[in-house]
């Protein structure tokens, strides 16, 4: 298969060209369906596309994942094979995602040397946290039970093919929060008459910064972040009415708990104090990570046979990621796998001039291929 690597480059530029938004990844999902038909696989499109290959008689099952969808991101990249979509850009390598899934598919397909079932998950809107979701509420596990589900994402400034992972948590929670403030608005020059809600906005923000520092223990990992503050008031007038909106993320269920229990807290005292109203909207986007003990050794245990740079222990990361909702639902293990460190290969995921790294498709293709064959061993290797 020499030519192996130069068809997945052709394949992921092509996905890059044509990127797609969540839920509309329409000619994305036509292209993946029809790959894995002409592979031989049996597919079934619904909010994602799904493609199940058996070999032997086993009746073990995993299932791995891809994410499709690009984001609303103007590309500044200078190659040829720039997003032909304005405004929107695979700024975030899952243009390279689907591709090295779509690249083990034909491996395993033209050995099928394991004994059992791959399914494979290309699953839609993963940036907005919603397609995961969106396939178990179709029915995903009723109509393939997997027993285990792993993804991998790739990490931009991490030498080119390095795995890292861990057991545990491994990606933080998203919460996004709103707070509405309504005070009394009035004439600039006379706040004594109303209560001016750009002040209790401005409190609420100060005394939500001591959260992270003061009710949680050193090292939590979590952050409280307010990033819009929208009034109603004018150059002379001053707002009767102010909205915060932020994001929260958290490593542990149980702080990301305990955050909306003190932002509730902070906002029903400082709204007291102030004599005005104010409500809180609090709800988590993407759920911590947590990779499961058995699959995570067994990743590990793969990427060393295949010699890559392992580290089986890294610190958890701060971005959320989707693939909670099926590593939730079933054991699973969440993998980064090294993006290179130069150029717009090492620029930071959703940067406007990032590009996933062709060089990695043949690696991340071979080393789906190799887990399945530890996971789903052949049955002439268990006799």
């Known amino acids: 298969m020499a030519d192996f690597p130069t068809k997945l480059t052709a394949l992921r530029r092509d996905f890059h060209r044509h990127p797609e938004l969540g839920f509309q990844e329409d000619r994305t999902k036509s292209q993946i369906a029809a790959r894995l038909r002409d592979l031989g696989l049996e597919v079934h499109e619904g909010r994602g596309v799904v493609g199940i290959l058996r070999a032997g008689s086993g009746n073990h099952a995993i299932g791995l994942r891809a994410d499709m969808d690009a984001l609303p991101i103007s590309e500044m990249s200078t190659h040829d094979y720039v997003s032909q979509t304005p405004g929107v850009m695979h700024a975030c390598g899952h243009d390279g995602h689907m591709t090295m899934l779509l690249g083990a598919a034909e491996l395993l397909a033209g050995a099928e040397d394991f004994d059992g079932t791959v399914v494979f998950i290309f699953q839609p809107n993963e940036e907005h946290g919603l397609g995961a979701q969106a ?14 589900v792993y993804g991998i994402h790739n990490l931009p400034g991490a030498p080119l093919g390095q795995l890292s992972t861990r057991k545990g948590q491994i990606c933080a929670s998203e919460s996004l929060f709103e707070i509405e403030i309504s005070g009394q608005g009035g ?41 819009e503050f929208l009034t109603d008031g004018q150059r002379n007038v001053l707002p009767g009415h102010t909205t915060l909106k932020g994001d929260v993320r958290a490593r542990l269920p149980e702080d990301r708990q305990a955050i909306e229990t003190f932002m509730r807290q902070i906002v029903d005292g400082v709204a007291a104090t102030h004599n005005v109203k104010a409500t809180m909207s609090f709800n988590t986007e993407f759920v911590e990570v947590i990779n499961a003990e058995i699959p995570t050794e067994a990743v590990i245990d793969t990427a060393r046979k295949r010699g890559l740079d392992t580290i089986p222990d890294r610190p958890p990361m701060s971005f959320s990621e989707d693939f909670a909702h099926f590593a939730n639902a079933v054991p699973g293990c969440f993998i980064l796998l090294g993006n290179g460190d130069t150029g717009p290969h090492g620029q930071p995921l959703h940067a406007a001039d990032y590009d996933f790294n062709d060089a990695l498709l043949p690696i991340g293709a071979a080393f789906w291929a190799d887990l399945v064959r530890s996971r789903l061993p052949h049955r002439k290797d268990q006799e």
Request: proline letters at 5%.
């Open 187 to 227: 004439h600039a020059s006379m706040p004594h008459v109303g209560v001016d809600a750009i002040t209790v906005g401005a409190e609420m923000v100060l005394a939500l910064q001591t959260i992270v520092s003061r009710k949680l223990a050193p090292g939590a990992g979590a952050v409280v972040s307010v990033t």
């Open 135 to 148: 396939m178990l509420d179709e029915g995903f596990l009723d109509r393939f039970p997997i027993e285990e």
